[in-house]
């Protein structure tokens, strides 16, 4: 049984409690009111056990794959009560609101469904049908698709690090920080002694060109 049909019924049944109508009467009207043939069945048993003598919610307990096991309770604490049409209207209410999130539910992951089902059948039919064609044209071209370039693999992939001015301390103090950056961009500054080398030789250079005018 659907749960539409147990809100249908759970608030006809409310509603009739509360006109004063007998529950047996009550069940008979619903069993020859309802199309679906299984639940007809269920309600006349019900109904004869109330009328053997049975309470409402032990005849209701009879058919657990109909009415769960809170159904059952809430309509034993409704019978206990007194107040049996006050605790089905309320059990309505429920009915109603958990109804109205499992069709959320049900709308929320209908969508994404149905889109990756396209996307699946757009793929396989791209596999089936296009690529075939493109076969037969390069087989026609007698076209061989390039190999990937050995370059590409992961292992040719080489990481070659960018020595920072702060990282060759060694320099000397009267080279400029451009001048450092250019030294160890350039190579050749691998150790201390041989950027002290390049170093000196470009500030002897640069005395010279100069010349004592420009010191």
């Not at 529950?23 to 009328?51: D, G, M, P, W």
């Not at 499992?102 to 889109?115: E, L, Q």
């Not at 702060?166 to 691998?190: D, E, H, I, N, V």
Request: aromatic share 8%; hydrophobic share 45%.
């Amino acid at each position: 049984m659907s749960l539409v049909t147990l809100v249908l019924f759970t608030g006809q049944l409310s509603a009739m409690l509360a006109g004063g109508l007998h529950l047996a009467r009550i069940l008979s009207s619903l069993a020859a009111e309802t199309t679906n043939k299984h639940f007809k069945k269920v309600l006349t048993q019900v109904r004869e056990a109330i009328t053997a003598g049975s309470s409402f919610a032990d005849a209701l307990g009879q058919h657990p794959h109909m009415f769960d096991r809170m159904y059952v309770a809430v309509v034993r604490a409704g019978e206990i009560s007194g107040s049996l049409p006050v605790v089905l209207d309320t059990l309505t209410v429920y009915l109603e609101k958990t109804a109205q999130l499992r069709r959320k539910v049900v709308g929320a992951v209908t969508y994404p469904a149905v889109i990756l089902s396209v996307a699946i059948f757009i793929v396989f039919v791209m596999i089936v049908k296009l690529v075939p064609v493109f076969e037969g044209v390069y087989a026609k071209a007698n076209a061989v698709l390039p190999a990937p370039p050995a370059s590409s693999s992961p292992s040719a992939l080489r990481f070659v690090p960018i020595p920072s001015v702060s990282s060759c301390w060694w320099l000397p103090s009267r080279c400029s920080s451009s001048q450092r950056f250019r030294l160890t961009s350039a190579g050749g500054c691998s150790t201390p002694a041989s950027c002290a080398r390049r170093c000196s030789a470009r500030w002897s250079a640069r005395r010279s060109w100069r010349g004592p005018a420009g010191r």
